[in-house]
């Protein structure tokens, strides 16, 4: 872990941090740490909602000259990619020898189907647990906003848990709750998915690598039933049979695919026999693409091309369910 553990504004590594608002006098706090950012940063990105960004710039100042603003919705399309375009820009910034801070308000309800919100926010902060060590690069800090009335109590309390440190109105502390990504995403693998409906539009089993073609077919068909547009059918398919694929070399046929619709958003669950449980960091590091011997590719890929990816292991079973918003507008691959 390279997060760091100074607590002075020249920290020489890795940041990251959670300001948690439960009333507007608590920006007071964002707009000190935007503040703060200008002054000892070289670059600084900021993604938050338009009020949110109005009201920063009523307490900062005009700071457009030194600010890069971005909007919600070019960011907060499907959450892989949120979490790689973010990767790559600390990256990018690192190997420029820039020192960076991005100031991030996610958008995880917006266009979601009430009765999946739950499950988008809890997979975004896997991610924000993963990023403590996949964005650890050099001194770069990441500014998280989350607001007291627009998620529950436990929720906040894992934002606590994926953040090592807390902006408050005494400076940065550490979070007392926070706890290391793996043993964060251990705790998740072990929280039960909710059981899919007794009534599904598909219900396959897919038991050798020849029958992934008829997978493929099927996940097509039913993706055009449902008005997909043609990118968004060819990232479903594709993402369903990367999956599949692992399940049959990595967990042990037969693969069990079932499929079915929730209001606007297509969920897709693969069941496999759990020979080899699924590491707890799978899909979160980006492959080598001149490897030897590729690794994690099929749900590295699923994460990019599907919004939300859930994933459970247990002894004799691996599932992992993968949700295809229709309103997502197809965004380019990282």
Known sequence: MTVAHGTGP?????VHEAVIIETDRDL?????????????????????GERTRAMLA????DLS??????????????????????????????????????????????GVDAGLRADRVAAYLE???????????GASTVTCVWDCRDHPATVIDHV???????????????SSGYLHPERYLADRHHVPMRTPPADVDHDVCVSEVAELSGLRGAMGGWATEYRFVAEAREDLVMAVVEVATNGLHHGGPPVRVRAWHHGGTLL???????????????GYLRPDPVAAVAGGRGLWLARQLADVVEVRSEPGRTSVRLHFPRETVPVPSP
């Open 10 to 14: 020249l920290a020489t590594r890795f």
């Open 28 to 48: 007071d706090m964002l707009a000190a740490e935007l503040t703060r950012a200008v002054k000892l940063d070289d670059g600084v990105l900021v993604v938050v």
């Open 58 to 61: 009523g307490l900062a100042g």
């Open 65 to 110: 000259d030194a600010v890069c603003w971005g909007a919600q919705d070019g960011f907060y399309q499907r959450l892989g990619f949120t979490y790689e375009r973010f990767r790559r820009y600390l990256s990018d910034e690192h190997r420029s020898g820039r020192r960076a801070h991005v100031i991030a308000e996610p958008d995880l309800t917006r």
């Open 127 to 137: 991610y924000e647990a993963i990023c403590n060590r996949t964005y650890a690069l």
């Open 160 to 174: 606590r848990a994926t953040h090592p440190y807390l902006v408050t109105p005494a400076g940065r502390t550490p």
């Open 268 to 282: 897709v669950q693969c069941d496999d026999a759990g020979a080899r449980p699924i590491p707890v960091d799978a």
